[in-house]
């Protein structure tokens, strides 16, 4: 045993227990006999004593101890592994899903002495050896479920590469080849041995009860509900480490979902893991998740047996509403093996939308008639694993030669015969939603209708993507053989682009054809912009380029205050571009960090939200305004609990109505689908601020601001964008989001549910070409030049929203003006908000 161990006086209330099953005995053959045989039971009595020591030790270590083991997480001395093994000599009994029970006792005890005897016998890791215990057991012949821990020193950290997974097992393989050796296990034979790395954090003694729970499924397919402590009082307590063994019948599987799930958003100190077996192995992780998903997103996973377990560990820094759980078990899958019918369908991983289990293997055979075609589309496609690179070597989607994994935007494979199949293997560890796939069969020869445009890959498209200069087909196949127009050029992978994207530092064409031969001379550096200054003036705290480019990537420094620069609320510059908000303190009085409560999304999306409807609390600052009688008429953006930003335009006076009046308009927040009010909150406006310099004729300074007559709640679906200081710099070619309920065409309809689109905030220079000299420098132009996305009538004063490198996201436009909707070669028009900015204080003080 290793010398770390400190021995505690054995109290446990197995203390009785005889723990070697060989004792001697032999009859009295006379005095010498008795002595050296009372010499030989003392001395077997005070080897059983500590050796009842040890495994009490092992087995039921006192509480403290394991919260040692959480407390000495960080430390990079501390190896942990977790794993199991398999007793066929036994037979099962529910007795050993009671770690209190006389049998859990003895065979824990037994398997126990026989890893530690194994370790302790290894000169190498032994010293090391600090803890050790058989946390489960489940059913399968007996298995047991066991963890250990090792606590090195600076000093000897020598020894780390020899405490690896490989070292450790074998020893425990070699061991249990040869159970005899250890004199104590003859009648416990170990078939199998399996080990992991753990989180030491994990790992939990039996007889530990603070947070601990065994739960089984209800054989009826009842739901089991559990929650993380203190839920139904609304938050958790500080600083706990819960374990929660969930149990089914042999033969069925654990579905396993979370209706509510609140905790902190970074997974470091506090997260919830999913574990396919009831150790806390890597190897069996299913899931670690922290943060707070929306109800449109439930964490539901399953496993791929009868047992799993759920842990939660938060170091009591926050306090967050927690999880309520529920589990029930379905029969297991026998096979995922499907011939599927007819000419067209759906197929989904299997449990789809719950996350698939590990180690699943399933095979779709797609039958089409000789000379016929299979197309299939996976409109959802998410099997990701941390550190998994392209190779798709853990979990994947094989079909036609190929295998896919990792997280897709929806995309199409065809078949070049009339037959697919398509393999999908979930490996033992971290699983993910999986993917939702439909299939059709075509004729080669007509494989689009309606007047589709036929990709070379199969795929149809509608016809007007055909040379519109984007890559819809993906193989690029809709862009060829096209004419550029006049006003256009032609990139050298063959799309036609507008004359105006060349060389403005955007990477139009994809392959950066269009940004080739733009250099500027020796000893100039060149702006975003493509205007070129001298070397000298590159981060010289002076706005040089047209962009303030030059200024863009330079450390934090005083520098004087200048209009590129950050002011700092005690007057100070710093010239590091958009320094608010960004997770570094830059001012000296940390100015540029104390204002950040804003620009959050609470729920926890897919990073890749398909469509264009938006999600729950996908964009919590924006504002549907209505005006009495009339509906919806403009979007706002939340900056605080009691302003809202907005566009001066929808608050000018007509003839027939005054626009201008606070009290005949009401702001939805919190608002997703017009006429569900269930999740707003409503209010009337108490003041309208419009821009003194509002021009009605040219849309300058299309601004305003409105008081609402009482605060917001912040909540999930309600929070406040962050504003952009004046200096703040948003780039050409930076992705943005515009949303609103606003026309779905240039004549249509207003929109039911929020809609997103995605749009690249365009160059000045570009910008002024496209609106021949319209925009001001209180406007920017974003969107497409082709056109075909943008905002619309009825989306006016809501948000540009863009998202900095620190996730935050800032209100970076306001929806003002725009020749038509969504035409070519006439962008959105939006109010710069960092220009407006210092007015926007003015007036509301925030
Ligand atoms: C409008 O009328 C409007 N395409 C807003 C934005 C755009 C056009 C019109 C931009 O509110």
Known sequence: MGSTVKYEAGNGHHEGVSFLNSSPSSKRRGKRKVVIIVIVLLLFLILTALGGILAWLFLFKSKSNSTQAVRNAAAPSVRAFSGSCTISSLDYSADYENSRSDQFYLIANAVTRMINSTISADSTIAPFFTQLAVNAFSEGSVIAYFWMRFDVSESNSAVLPSLSKSYVLSLLQKSTRKPKQTGVSEDLRITTVALSPADPRLLRFPKDENCMFDLTADPSGKKVNFTSPGFSKGAYARNEQCQYILRAQKGYVIYLNFPIFHIEDNCTGEFVTIFDSLSASDDDLITMKCGNRPPSNPLTVLSSGHVAMVSFINDGTSVYPGFSAEFHQVLKMKECKLVLPGSEGNFTSPYYPAFYPPNIDCVWTIQAPPGMRIRITFNMFRLLEPDVKDDCLKDYVELFGQRYCGEKLPFTVTSDGPTAVVNFHSDESQTDKGFEAEYSIYDP??????????????????????????????????????????????????????????????????????????????????????????????????????????????????????????????????????????????????????????????????????????????????????????????????????????????????????????????????????????????????????????????????????????????????????????????????????????????????????????????????????????????????????????????????????????????????????????????????????????????????
């Open 445 to 846: 020869r007509k494989p689009c209708t309606d007047g589709q445009f036929a990709c070379a890959s199969g795929r149809c498209i509608p016809p007007d993507l055909k040379c519109d200069g984007w890559n819809d087909c993906e193989d690029l196949d809709d862009e060829q053989n096209c004419v550029c127009a006049a006003d256009q050029f032609r990139c050298d992978n063959n799309l036609c682009k507008s004359l105006l994207w060349k060389c403005d530092h955007v990477n139009d064409c994809g392959d950066y054809s269009d940004e080739k031969g733009c250099q500027c001379e020796a000893k100039q550096w060149e702006c975003n912009s493509g205007q070129c200054i001298p070397t000298e003036k590159y981060c010289n705290g002076v706005n040089d380029c047209a962009d303030s480019s030059d200024e863009l990537s330079c450390n934090s420094t005083t520098v004087p205050c200048t209009n590129a620069a950050y002011v700092c609320e005690n007057n100070k510059c710093i010239s590091k571009v958009n320094a608010e908000c960004d997770g570094v303190t830059d001012c000296e009085d940390n100015s540029d960090e104390r204002y950040c409560s804003c620009g959050n999304r609470p729920y926890k999306h897919n990073r890749i939200v398909g469509g264009t409807d938006a999600d729950v609390g996908e964009w919590p600052w924006q504002v549907s305004l209505h005006y009495q009688g009339e509906g919806h008429l403009c979007g706002a953006s939340i900056i605080s609990d009691r302003w809202l930003v907005c566009a001066s335009h929808c608050f000018q006076p007509t003839d027939r109505v005054d626009y201008s009046r606070p009290d005949k308009w009401t702001a939805y927040v919190g608002l997703r689908v017009q006429g569900d009010t269930s999740t707003a909150q409503i209010r009337k406006i108490s003041k309208v601020i419009t821009h003194e310099y509002y021009n009605g004729d040219t849309f300058d300074y299309d601004a305003a601001v409105l008081e609402l007559s009482s605060p917001l709640t912040f909540s999930n679906t309600i929070q406040p964008i962050c504003l952009p200081a004046t200096s703040h710099i948003f780039q050409a070619g930076k992705s943005c989001y515009v949303t609103g309920w606003g026309t779905l065409t240039e004549r249509g309809q207003l929109a039911q549910v929020l809609q997103k689109a995605e749009v690249k905030i365009i160059n000045d220079t570009v910008c002024n070409s496209a609106t021949s000299g319209q925009v001001t420098p209180r406007m920017m132009c974003s969107g497409y030049l082709t056109g075909g996305v943008d905002a619309c009538q009825g989306d006016s004063g809501g948000p540009l929203s863009c998202m900095e490198d620190s996730g935050k996201w800032f209100l970076c436009g306001i929806v003002s003006w725009g020749e038509g909707c969504a035409r070519r070669n006439k962008p959105g028009i939006y109010t710069r908000v960092p220009v407006i900015r210092k007015w926007i204080k003015e007036k509301t003080r925030i």
